[in-house]
């Protein structure tokens, strides 16, 4: 299982978050992305060096978080359940086989062949030669 997934069954945790830049936040986690972007209630919010700020919401983006504290009474066996359901090989057969129609394989292109037009007045250049039209 992905730690992503792992964390986006954790809404209505209270957790502490420290980010790359120092900053550490404490909060209960709403929502977590699967890029990791956090959004948190009911936060306290310490800047290195500074006062700790209390805010009702904040959002962090995935990238700069460092790492996440999580509590002790935290049920890690069963959040860490992998409950996704894996594809069957009868399904997965079906969607290798889709785009076989032509045969699928060599040169040519989605509509097979070479040339042919398609471009300006047909691809047949400026001139007046070509197929005669």
Do not use: W
């Not at 730690?3 to 069954?9: D, Y």
């Not at 306290?44 to 805010?55: A, C, H, V, Y």
């Not at 060599?106 to 070509?130: I, S, T, V």
């Amino acid at each position: 299982m992905k730690l992503v997934r792992f964390l986006m069954k954790c809404a209505n945790e209270t957790v502490t978050i420290e980010l790359k830049n120092g900053t550490i936040i404490h909060g209960t986690i709403t929502s977590v992305s699967p890029q990791m972007n956090t959004a948190l209630r009911t936060v306290k919010m310490t800047q290195r060096g500074r006062d700790p700020i209390s805010l009702d919401t904040i959002n962090l983006r995935g990238s700069t978080i460092r790492y996440y504290i999580l509590p002790d009474s935290l049920p890690l066996d069963t959040l860490l359940v992998d409950d996704a359901p894996k594809p069957k090989n009868k399904a997965r057969k079906e969607v290798a086989d889709r785009g076989a129609v032509r045969g699928g394989r060599g040169r040519g292109g989605p509509r097979g062949g070479r040339g042919g037009g398609g471009g300006f007045r047909g691809g047949r250049g400026r001139g007046g030669g070509g197929r005669g039209f």
